[in-house]
């Protein structure tokens, strides 16, 4: 099966640099998004690991380790539009039954 | 290219009633999944279609169907409403489903409140 977790909730500061952690247990794997969906809206896609290590865009990066089914999504430099939830989600193999399956999701607070 | 679109974006039923939920996916698209989100149980998937054939179907009762059309628009529909099925249901579309690379796009959602 899939199994994901995420902090529920985190908040930071205008201008600081936050980690949201994701780890996950899976039967096998075929890489890791990452997505940020502001209150109300459609999530929208971030990121993409596949292979372990970083991968930077602009302010923001994803990290992967496939041995320790772990991720992180760092946010530098935070604006209070980055005020969102982020979701991690595993694309599974593809005999699993569904093509993606998200954590429940991290509601990241911005404040000035 | 516009984006997924889902009509309509809010509805309100009461419950016993049912509900038809459109979906268009970007143009190109042949992968459609669907996605049922509330506060406490997060994205959950429905279901997912690929050229008009339901591929994969999640944990939910059979009060939830869907269908895919040639043009790859896809509808859901929800029977005898309950309580619990108020949520936003989001439908995702992406190219193929080979690449495990391809990501999904989101549509705006349509907010469903039974009363």
């Known amino acids: 099966g899939q199994n994901i977790d995420q902090p529920t909730e985190m908040t930071a500061t205008e201008g600081a640099i936050v980690q949201i952690n994701c780890t996950y247990q899976t039967s096998g794997f075929n890489g890791l998004f990452w997505y940020q969906q502001h209150a109300g809206e459609a999530p929208t896609f971030l990121s993409y690991?596949?292979?372990?290590g970083l991968e930077e865009k602009g302010r923001f990066s994803s990290f992967l380790s496939r041995s320790k089914g772990y991720s992180y999504l760092l946010l530098k430099e935070l604006q209070m539009k980055d005020s969102a939830s982020y979701l991690c989600a595993v694309r599974p193999p593809d005999n699993y039954g569904q093509n993606f399956v998200f954590g429940p999701g991290t509601r990241l607070s911005v404040l000035p | 290219k516009a984006g997924v679109t889902q009509t309509p974006r809010y509805l309100i039923k009461t419950r016993g009633q049912q509900v038809t939920l459109s979906c268009s996916p970007i143009?190109?698209?042949?992968?459609v999944s669907w996605y049922q989100q509330t506060p406490g149980q997060g994205l959950q998937f429905l279901f997912e279609?690929?050229?008009?054939?339901?591929?994969n179907k999640g944990n939910f009762p059979g009060r939830f169907s869907g269908r895919q059309f040639s043009n790859s628009r896809s509808e859901m529909n929800v029977s005898t409403l309950e309580l619990g099925d108020s949520a936003l249901y989001l439908c995702a579309s992406s190219p193929t489903r080979g690449s495990a690379a391809d990501t999904q796009y989101f549509g705006p959602g349509t907010r469903l409140t039974v009363l």
């Open positions: 143009s190109g698209h042949r992968s």
């Open positions: 690991n596949v292979l372990d």
């Open positions: 279609y690929f050229s008009e054939t339901q591929r």
